[in-house]
C-alpha cells in the first residue's frame, strides 16, 4: 500500500488544487449557482483524501463540505465568509502535503 | 538451403545498425532470407544485427544479416521495408532447424480437443467481419480457430478476466482507453502477462512504438494482409501448448464517478490479487456487470446520475443480484450504516478507513486468504 500512496499522492495534490481553486473562486465572488458543484468536488475530496489515508485532510473537507451546503442554502455572506475560511485552511494542509509529495508524473 | 513450405508467418524482428534500433516485424522468412517492415533504410549491402522470435513459434534467434534490397510502399500488402540475407551459414543451419520444427509440428500435435481461442480487441465491424471470412477460408478444420470479441478496452479486460484465450489481437485506436495502454495492463497481470499479443493500427510507427514499448509482441501495420496473419494463427493452433488450468481469481467491478477514487481502487485490489473491472457512470456498470459478472460489487454512495444505495437496492430487488454489495462513501459512518441497511448491501466501508481496510473487507467478503 506504501507504494501506492507514493504513485497516488501527486495525482492527488494536483486535483485537490484545482477542486480547492474552483470553491474558492465561487465563494469569494459569491456565485451561488456554483454551490452545489462546490459540495460534490469537496465530497469527492474528502473521499479521495479517505482512500489515500490522509486523515488531517478528511475533517477538514467534510466541514468544507458542510459549510458549503449551508451557504447554499442561505446564499448569506457570513456562511459564504465561513468557507472561505475553511478552505483556506484546507488549502494550507493540501500544499503542506504537496510540498513532501513527489512531482506529478514521477511516479 | 531449403526454404521451408509453410512460408510468411510473421515474426517479431529486431534490427541493430551501430547504435540505431528498430523493432518491427518480418515475414517470408526461410533459412537464409527475411523481409523486415519498416521505414528505416541504409543502402544496399549494410551489415545488420538481426534478432527473430514470435512467442511458441520461434525462440530468440540472433543474425548477422546484410541489406539486399530495399522496398518502397506498393499495393496494399507490399509494405516497405528491407530484404535481409543471412551472413552466417551457422544462424541459418540453425534456423532451418527451427523452420522444420515449425513444419512438422503440425503433424505431431493430437488433433485439437479445444480450438485456438483468440481475443480481436477492435472496434470496427469490418475488421471483425474479416476475421470471421479469414477463419472459414483458412482454417479447414470447423472449429480449430474461435474469435472472440471486445469493442473496448474494457469489454476485452472483462472478458480476460473470465475466459483464457491463447492470443490477444489488440488494435491500437480504441474508445477511451488505448490499445497501448491494455497492453501494459496485460503484462501486468501475473495471470494474463505471458499470453502472445499483436498489436495492430493504422498508426504506423507511433503505433508501433507504443504497443511495442507497452508489451506487445509484435505489431502489425493495417490494412492486414490476412494470409500472413491467418498463416500464424494456424502455426499457433498447431503448436500450442494443452491448456493450463487457470488460478481462480475473484472478480471485483468498482463504480465511482470518482476517476481517482476507481484507478486508486482498481491498483489496490489489483495487487491484492483480485480482478477488477471498474465503472464511472451507470451504463458503463450496467454494461461491465452483465460481461464481467462480479463476485462483489463495490458502489460508491454520492454520484451525480444515482445514488449508490437505490443502486444496490434496485441490483437486490430488482435484478436478483445475490453477490455482495458494499457501499463505499466518505459520508458520516451512522449515516452510511442506515443507507446499506435500507438498500440491503452486504455493508459498508467508510473512505476515510483507507485501502488497506478495504482490501481487509474484500477478502473477508470473499473469503480470501492474505
Sequence with gaps: ?107 | MAAVNRDRFIVRAELRVGNDSVISYGFDLTSSSVFVVTEWNAPVGTTVSLRLSFPRILDPIDVTARIADIRVAGEPGEPAGVGLVFDEASAGACLLDELERVESCGEASPSAERPYRVLLVDDSWLIRDMFAYGTAKFFERPGALAIDHAEDAEEAWAKLAKSTYDLVIVDYFLPSEDGASLIARLRGDARLARTPIVAISVGGRDAREATISAGADVFVDKPLVFRDLFNTLRVLAERRERARPVPERKAILVFDDSPFALALTRAALESAGFTVAIAADLSSFERQRVAFDPDLILVDVQMPEAFGDDVASTLRGWHGVEVPILLVSSLEQSELERRAQRAQASGYICKGAGMSELVRRCRELLEVAP
Excluded: W, Y
Design chain 1, 1 to 107: 500500500m506504501e507504494d501506492l500512496h507514493a504513485k497516488f499522492l501527486p495525482q492527488f495534490v494536483v486535483l485537490a488544487r484545482k477542486r480547492l481553486a474552483l470553491a474558492l473562486t465561487a465563494a469569494i465572488a459569491r456565485d451561488h449557482s456554483a454551490t452545489s458543484k462546490v459540495v460534490r468536488e469537496l465530497h469527492t475530496l474528502a473521499g479521495e483524501a479517505g482512500l489515500l489515508g490522509l486523515h488531517e485532510v478528511v475533517p477538514l473537507a467534510r466541514e468544507c463540505e458542510h459549510k458549503a451546503k449551508a451557504l447554499h442554502a442561505s446564499h448569506s455572506d457570513a456562511d459564504a465568509d465561513l468557507l472561505v475560511g475553511g478552505l483556506r485552511q484546507l488549502e494550507g494542509v493540501i500544499e503542506r502535503i504537496g510540498a513532501t509529495a513527489p512531482k506529478a508524473g514521477n511516479s
